[in-house]
């Protein structure tokens, strides 16, 4: 792939929330001396969310993803990427600069708050700014410390007072503008055009008002033509009565909101429960389809060089029974299968063969992983796949079928939560149940039957956690998995079940849900 074969996809005028991102990416996107932007209006029929490029059947979404997407393509080992090429590399949920990139900044432009969240991001910058930057080589930091003139020569060979000598961050990254840099800075700016201020307005410690000036600086040399791009932007057609409402709902779970009691000792009561809900309801057997895999190509197969190969190939055969199960109920002539948390593309990759008329689409948050993908479905020359390297929450296509196979945690639930959505049927085999945790879209239990007449308050987690850590814990996932298919059909799904991964001992984690309209 190349980038001048890249179409980027931007939207300056469908809604507030929005305007921020896809103006950074065009921002980007200018500097790279790419001019193949698309500025697509909500009408459109995509789907991901602007911003995001795409190039060839490879779609991508997001702030940090695309920019991402556009340096590698132009420089793989791209400056502005870092010195180890990891800027931005982080999903929102663990990297605090995709955070600020993708969610906490890039808000509401029409927002009250907006002076006060100029100030804090000023305040978060200063703090950063104030925190000494060591990085894994000293030698190599303190030679480009002194030709930049902040260290003195004599300080070359002693290591012994690098303590003494901090660093204090040039940009946020330590001593080399990165991308992260600019995107801050290009929405800061527009921030502060917004608010009828200037740069030279911004008031803060010496530290923070010379790192503004060092940005303001790289971006003047680099991007000269582009810098005024910002006020370009037609704020006065950016009204409340345009505002399209973006759902931000579909995101990762923060890890921390789901806490649990340190004892996950349940008593005879709730076992009782428990038991008694998990024996009422037995697994389905589903049809299995028989596969020749000596007759498929290798690239069709789990490509590790370990036993494992043939529980993967196990786990694929029973997703593909559920798979064939739910599209002979899909009143539609044209099937889209959508294979959420697709890593490498084994599953995805393996209903695409052999579903030919149908159209699988692999959402993965991994460039690796998607790149793996990509090459082995070149080299199967399969037509109806597309690859799209953005979150769940970023994906917003028309579907039929939605799958996953091992899922962590929430994961399984959020994958639900977009079927649900699109009324799409759902063959979803769950993972580390005890990864599950309250979020601001999804909040557990999911049905309400369960919530009313089995778990107690606080009782769930302790069972999602036994479920992963207790020898005998078939009853615990069963009892987490009956909630999903109570919540299932509490939406008007005509058929939901519970069956199981074939063998069982294909995988410790071998449930399986099947659903349809």
Same mark, same amino acid.
């Given at each position: 792939?190349?980038?001048?074969?890249?179409?980027?996809?931007?939207?300056? *005028?469908?809604?507030?929330?929005?305007?921020?991102?896809?103006?950074?990416?065009?921002?980007?996107?200018?500097?790279?001396?790419?001019?193949?932007?698309?500025?697509?209006?909500?009408?459109?029929?995509?789907?991901?969310?602007?911003?995001?490029?795409?190039?060839?059947?490879?779609?991508?979404?997001?702030?940090?993803?695309?920019?991402?997407?556009?340096?590698?393509?132009?420089?793989?080992?791209?400056?502005?990427?870092?010195?180890?090429?990891?800027? @931005?590399?982080? /999903?929102? &949920?663990?990297? $605090?600069?995709?955070?600020?990139?993708?969610?906490?900044?890039? *808000?509401?432009?029409?927002?009250? /708050?907006?002076?006060?969240?100029?100030?804090?991001?000023?305040?978060?910058? &200063?703090?950063?700014?104030?925190? $000494?930057? !060591?990085?894994?080589?000293?030698?190599?930091?303190?030679?480009?410390?002194?030709?930049?003139? #902040?260290?003195? &020569?004599?300080?070359?060979?002693?290591?012994?007072?690098?303590?003494?000598? $901090?660093?204090?961050?040039?940009?946020?990254?330590?001593?080399?503008?990165?991308?992260?840099?600019?995107?801050?800075?290009?929405?800061?700016?527009?921030?502060?055009?917004?608010?009828?201020?200037?740069?030279?307005?911004?008031?803060?410690?010496?530290? @923070?008002?010379?790192?503004?000036?060092?940005?303001?600086?790289?971006?003047?040399?680099?991007?000269?033509?582009?810098?005024?791009?910002?006020?370009?932007?037609?704020?006065?057609? !950016?009204?409340?009565?345009? !505002?399209?409402?973006?759902?931000?709902?579909?995101?990762?779970?923060?890890? &921390?909101?789901?806490?649990?009691?340190?004892?996950?000792?349940?008593?005879?009561?709730? !076992?009782?429960?428990?038991?008694?809900?998990?024996?009422?309801?037995?697994?389905?057997?589903?049809?299995?389809?028989?596969?020749?895999?000596?007759?498929?190509?290798?690239?069709?197969?789990?490509?590790?060089?370990?036993?494992?190969?043939?529980?993967?190939?196990?786990?694929?055969?029973?997703? @593909?029974?559920?798979?064939?199960?739910?599209?002979?109920?899909?009143?539609?002539?044209?099937?889209?299968?959508?294979?959420?948390?697709?890593?490498?593309?084994?599953?995805?990759?393996?209903?695409?063969?052999?579903?030919?008329?149908?159209?699988?689409?692999?959402?993965?948050?991994?460039?690796?992983?998607?790149?793996?993908?990509?090459?082995?479905?070149?080299?199967?020359?399969?037509?109806?796949?597309? @690859?799209?390297?953005?979150?769940?929450?970023?994906?917003?296509?028309?579907?039929?079928?939605?799958? /996953?196979?091992?899922?962590?945690?929430?994961?399984?639930?959020?994958?639900?939560?977009?079927?649900?959505?699109?009324?799409?049927?759902?063959? *979803?085999? +769950?993972?580390?149940?005890?990864?599950?945790?309250?979020?601001?879209?999804?909040?557990?239990?999911?049905?309400?039957?369960?919530?009313?007449?089995?778990?107690?308050?606080?009782?769930?987690?302790?069972?999602?956690?036994?479920?992963?850590?207790?020898?005998?814990?078939?009853?615990?996932?069963?009892?987490?998995? #009956?909630?999903?298919?109570?919540?299932?059909?509490?939406?008007?799904?005509?058929?939901?079940?519970?069956?199981?991964?074939?063998?069982?001992?294909?995988? +410790?984690?071998?449930?399986?849900?099947?659903?349809?309209?």
């Amino acid at each position: 792939m190349k980038l001048k074969d890249t179409e980027v996809y931007v939207d300056l *005028s469908k809604c507030e929330s929005n305007v921020l991102a896809n103006l950074s990416v065009a921002f980007v996107s200018l500097y790279l001396g790419h001019h193949h932007l698309s500025f697509c209006s909500e009408e459109d029929d995509t789907i991901l969310r602007t911003p995001g490029c795409r190039t060839d059947n490879v779609l991508v979404s997001g702030v940090a993803n695309t920019v991402r997407h556009l340096l590698l393509l132009k420089d793989p080992k791209h400056s502005l990427l870092g010195h180890d090429g990891s800027c @931005l590399s982080g /999903s929102k &949920e663990v990297s $605090p600069w995709t955070n600020i990139i993708e969610v906490s900044f890039p *808000s509401d432009l029409s927002s009250a /708050s907006n002076a006060q969240e100029v100030q804090e991001a000023m305040k978060f910058l &200063e703090k950063v700014l104030e925190t $000494p930057f !060591i990085g894994p080589n000293h030698r190599k930091i303190r030679l480009e410390a002194i030709k930049l003139g #902040i260290l003195p &020569e004599h300080n070359l060979d002693s290591r012994e007072e690098w303590p003494a000598l $901090p660093l204090f961050r040039r940009f946020v990254h330590g001593l080399h503008c990165g991308i992260t840099d600019i995107l801050l800075f290009v929405m800061l700016r527009a921030k502060l055009s917004f608010l009828g201020s200037k740069l030279s307005d911004v008031r803060g410690s010496d530290l @923070l008002v010379a790192y503004l000036e060092r940005v303001n600086d790289f971006c003047r040399d680099f991007m000269g033509e582009y810098l005024d791009i910002v006020h370009k932007v037609d704020i006065a057609r !950016i009204s409340n009565n345009n !505002i399209v409402q973006i759902d931000d709902q579909l995101q990762y779970p923060d890890m &921390e909101t789901g806490s649990v009691d340190s004892t996950n000792n349940l008593t005879e009561d709730s !076992i009782k429960r428990i038991n008694t809900i998990a024996s009422m309801t037995p697994y389905s057997e589903l049809c299995e389809l028989p596969v020749d895999w000596d007759s498929l190509s290798d690239y069709l197969k789990p490509q590790r060089k370990s036993k494992n190969n043939t529980n993967k190939m196990n786990q694929l055969q029973s997703m @593909l029974s559920g798979v064939a199960q739910c599209i002979k109920n899909v009143k539609s002539t044209s099937i889209r299968i959508v294979d959420f948390c697709s890593g490498g593309g084994h599953l995805g990759i393996f209903l695409a063969h052999h579903f030919p008329s149908c159209h699988v689409i692999l959402v993965e948050t991994k460039w690796g992983s998607l790149r793996y993908a990509k090459d082995r479905i070149d080299k199967l020359a399969l037509n109806n796949t597309t @690859l799209c390297l953005a979150n769940m929450g970023q994906f917003c296509g028309k579907f039929e079928v939605g799958v /996953s196979l091992h899922a962590c945690g929430s994961a399984t639930d959020m994958v639900i939560q977009h079927c649900l959505r699109a009324n799409a049927a759902i063959v *979803s085999s +769950p993972c580390c149940y005890g990864k599950i945790v309250n979020s601001d879209s999804i909040r557990y239990p999911k049905s309400k039957q369960l919530a009313e007449e089995v778990f107690l308050p606080g009782e769930y987690f302790k069972v999602s956690k036994l479920a992963d850590h207790e020898r005998e814990n078939e009853v615990y996932m069963k009892c987490i998995d #009956i909630d999903r298919i109570k919540h299932i059909k509490e939406q008007s799904y005509r058929f939901a079940t519970l069956s199981k991964l074939r063998p069982l001992t294909c995988s +410790p984690k071998n449930n399986l849900i099947v659903a349809f309209k």
